[in-house]
């Protein structure tokens, strides 16, 4: 017997819709160098309606794909529903990537439009000659345009004259809305295709209070950037719900986020560790009001415990620590804590914290042993993990690497996790980047944990070194909080030493100025491999 429910089609134009109907005085508000841009809903859906008959007007077809090179703005937010609720595809394109990989993936994406911020157009300009299928560039300028493209049109002047209504297409749930390719810490981009389903129904799940939780009385500020990962989905989960939200634009110092939070009143905000890290070190310093912030989530690597517990117990500010990846929306699992967890003693509440946490409503997993085993969640053994559901990519576009990831209709993440007996899953680390040390691993996302712990270290990170004996072993790099007085090598292998076994300890500590980040912000392990694969380790 079938169900006699209607088939109504899960699009990012009920999600626009919405917001336009029940909440049209919401405010979006962008920082654009010291002042602060101000729009409604109802301001922001005629001009999403106005850039669809621009781009129609244009000659972009159903499925074409439009990218974006740009900051969190309300132009970016324009952009993720104006080109997907015409009909068209809304390719995200991380500007922080070197040239070589933005050519890749524009060709490879064959796009056919790009929008880019006025600031991003000399990045373009440097690239252009090797964009095959670009036909027209949209710049998002403040001011009067000048480059040297020919191709180039401002993005007000497209849409200046055009109707701020549209004629919105009845599309198919399962076309293509936008794409995303991995940030490349893993080798070459590749390249996620999400539908208007996946991201519908990706936005239900985040707004479910045991998930991400956001409510139409949030002002929500994503400054994870609207290049990785949809902005992890927020922008059109806060759009469902009418809740305000903030963009920083370029603006992602401490300084900034802290005014940010301050002078909007933010009540949830996301980003990656290293940004709260930097603004941790600020709002010790000085004071700024952060009353409104009800919660900050932290995902895209693993956040540190004592960062979690030092703004929790110093500050009074919840940080909610998620995992997720490009492949996956990237909502995953979060660390929300179940109520048998609120009644374990302080200490081991703090460890659960530290955790990745529990699969979101939606998100099937299993760890797997090398023989394809599930592996028992008793918080110790490890395996490879695998989800799938709705909003979990089941190929990657137009690439031979994807019979690699996807098989029997999982995804195999690369990541390597435990799950304790109440199902919170510990990263240990990517497959790639554990320690092989004699036939034992060592998790660097352990080691780098404890030692950002000790309160003088800013960052570490930690990788695999050729070994004669053991085939790899740890040597760490740490960042001083005060490079003037840095603490000893012996503290901190003091710090270090109830928490690992000796065999589990770096055989070296090195003191660097910085550790080089991906163009997410992410330690980036590939760069200081390759800076230390001729580094021998002291005897
Ligand atoms: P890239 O692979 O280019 O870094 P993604 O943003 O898709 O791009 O990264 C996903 C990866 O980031 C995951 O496979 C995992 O290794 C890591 N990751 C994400 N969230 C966390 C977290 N909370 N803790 C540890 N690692 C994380």
Same mark, same amino acid.
């Given at each position: 017997?079938?169900?006699?429910?209607?088939?109504?089609?899960? @699009?990012?134009?009920?999600?626009?819709?919405?917001?336009?109907?029940?909440?049209?005085?919401?405010?979006?508000?962008?920082?654009?160098?010291?002042?602060?841009?101000?729009?409604?809903?109802?301001?922001?859906?005629?001009?999403?309606?106005?850039?669809a008959?621009?781009?129609?007007?244009?000659?972009?077809?159903?499925?074409?794909?439009?990218?974006?090179?740009?900051?969190?703005?309300?132009?970016?937010?324009?952009?993720?529903?104006?080109?997907?609720c015409?009909?068209?595809?809304?390719h995200?394109?991380?500007?922080?990537?070197?040239?070589?990989q933005?050519?890749?993936?524009?060709?490879?994406?064959?796009?056919?439009?790009? +929008? =880019?911020?006025?600031?991003?157009?000399?990045?373009?300009?440097?690239?252009?000659?090797?964009?095959? @299928?670009?036909?027209?560039?949209?710049?998002?300028?403040?001011?009067?345009?000048?480059t040297?493209?020919?191709?180039?049109?401002?993005?007000?002047?497209?849409?200046?004259?055009?109707?701020?209504?549209?004629?919105?297409?009845?599309?198919?749930?399962?076309?293509?809305?936008?794409? +995303?390719?991995?940030?490349?810490?893993?080798?070459?981009?590749?390249?996620?295709?999400?539908?208007?389903?996946?991201?519908?129904?990706?936005?239900v799940?985040?707004?479910?209070?045991?998930?991400?939780?956001?409510?139409?009385?949030?002002?929500?500020?994503?400054?994870?950037?609207?290049?990785?990962?949809?902005?992890?989905?927020?922008?059109?989960?806060?759009?469902?719900?009418?809740?305000?939200?903030?963009?920083?634009?370029p603006?992602?110092?401490?300084?900034?986020?802290?005014?940010?939070?301050?002078?909007?009143?933010?009540?949830?905000?996301?980003?990656?560790?290293?940004?709260?890290?930097?603004l941790?070190?600020?709002?010790?310093q000085?004071?700024?009001?952060?009353?409104?912030?009800?919660?900050?989530?932290?995902?895209?690597?693993?956040?540190? $415990?004592?960062?979690?517990?030092?703004?929790?117990?110093?500050?009074?500010?919840?940080?909610?620590?998620?995992?997720?990846?490009?492949?996956?929306?990237?909502?995953?699992?979060?660390?929300?804590?179940?109520r048998?967890?609120?009644?374990?003693?302080?200490?081991?509440?703090y460890?659960?914290?530290?955790?990745?946490?529990?699969?979101?409503?939606?998100?099937?997993? $299993?760890?797997?042993?090398?023989?394809?085993?599930?592996?028992?969640?008793d918080?110790?053994?490890?395996?490879?993990?695998? #989800?799938?559901?709705?909003?979990?990519?089941?190929?990657?576009?137009?690439d031979?690497?994807?019979?690699?990831?996807f098989?029997?209709?999982?995804?195999?993440?690369?990541? =390597?996790?435990?799950?304790?007996?109440?199902?919170?899953?510990?990263?240990?680390?990517r497959?790639?980047?554990?320690?092989?040390?004699?036939?034992e691993?060592?998790?660097?996302?352990?080691?780098?944990s #404890?030692?950002?712990?000790?309160?003088?270290?800013?960052?570490?990170?930690?990788?695999a #070194?050729?070994?004669?004996?053991?085939?790899?072993?740890p040597?760490?790099?740490?960042?001083?909080?005060?490079?003037?007085a840095?603490?000893?090598?012996?503290?901190?292998?003091?710090?270090?030493?109830?928490?690992?076994?000796?065999?589990?300890?770096?055989?070296?500590?090195?003191?660097?100025?910085?550790?080089?980040? @991906?163009?997410?912000?992410?330690?980036?392990?590939?760069?200081?491999?390759?800076?230390?694969?001729?580094?021998?380790?002291?005897?």
């Amino acid at each position: 017997m079938q169900g006699l429910m209607m088939d109504y089609p899960l @699009t990012l134009r009920t999600v626009l819709d919405r917001a336009n109907r029940l909440f049209p005085r919401r405010k979006l508000s962008t920082k654009i160098g010291a002042s602060m841009h101000r729009y409604t809903y109802a301001d922001f859906y005629d001009r999403v309606s106005k850039l669809a008959n621009a781009l129609a007007r244009l000659g972009v077809q159903p499925g074409d794909r439009v990218a974006t090179l740009a900051w969190n703005s309300y132009r970016h937010l324009e952009l993720y529903f104006g080109i997907p609720c015409m009909g068209a595809v809304c390719h995200t394109l991380n500007l922080r990537l070197p040239p070589d990989q933005l050519i890749y993936i524009i060709n490879h994406a064959e796009d056919k439009a790009i +929008c =880019v911020d006025q600031s991003l157009l000399p990045l373009l300009e440097k690239i252009s000659d090797h964009l095959k @299928t670009v036909e027209t560039i949209i710049v998002m300028a403040d001011a009067p345009l000048q480059t040297t493209l020919t191709n180039a049109i401002s993005y007000e002047e497209l849409i200046t004259g055009e109707q701020a209504d549209f004629a919105w297409p009845e599309l198919d749930e399962r076309s293509a809305a936008a794409m +995303c390719y991995t940030s490349g810490t893993t080798g070459n981009p590749k390249g996620v295709v999400y539908s208007h389903r996946s991201s519908y129904l990706h936005a239900v799940g985040a707004c479910m209070t045991d998930s991400l939780g956001l409510s139409q009385n949030d002002i929500v500020m994503p400054v994870v950037p609207m290049f990785h990962v949809m902005a992890w989905g927020i922008p059109y989960a806060a759009t469902f719900l009418g809740s305000e939200q903030v963009f920083p634009g370029p603006h992602l110092q401490p300084r900034d986020l802290a005014d940010l939070i301050q002078n909007e009143r933010v009540s949830l905000t996301a980003g990656v560790p290293t940004l709260w890290l930097g603004l941790f070190g600020l709002l010790e310093q000085e004071r700024f009001d952060m009353s409104s912030l009800r919660v900050m989530i932290v995902g895209g690597s693993a956040a540190p $415990r004592s960062m979690i517990e030092n703004y929790q117990k110093k500050l009074g500010l919840r940080i909610c620590h998620a995992w997720g990846m490009t492949e996956t929306s990237p909502l995953g699992t979060v660390g929300n804590l179940k109520r048998e967890v609120l009644e374990m003693p302080e200490d081991q509440q703090y460890a659960v914290r530290a955790k990745q946490g529990i699969p979101a409503p939606g998100i099937e997993v $299993r760890a797997v042993d090398e023989n394809g085993a599930e592996v028992a969640w008793d918080g110790k053994t490890m395996g490879e993990l695998q #989800v799938r559901g709705p909003w979990v990519a089941s190929s990657y576009y137009n690439d031979p690497r994807s019979s690699a990831s996807f098989v029997d209709g999982w995804f195999r993440t690369g990541d =390597v996790v435990s799950f304790d007996e109440d199902g919170y899953m510990q990263i240990v680390d990517r497959t790639k980047d554990l320690v092989k040390s004699g036939g034992e691993w060592i998790s660097t996302v352990e080691l780098e944990s #404890v030692i950002m712990g000790h309160p003088g270290v800013l960052e570490a990170a930690v990788i695999a #070194v050729p070994h004669a004996k053991w085939q790899e072993r740890p040597l760490a790099l740490v960042v001083a909080r005060d490079k003037v007085a840095p603490p000893t090598k012996e503290a901190i292998y003091d710090h270090l030493a109830p928490h690992f076994a000796k065999w589990q300890l770096p055989d070296e500590i090195l003191f660097v100025e910085a550790i080089p980040k @991906t163009s997410v912000g992410k330690f980036d392990k590939k760069v200081v491999r390759e800076q230390y694969k001729d580094y021998t380790l002291p005897e």
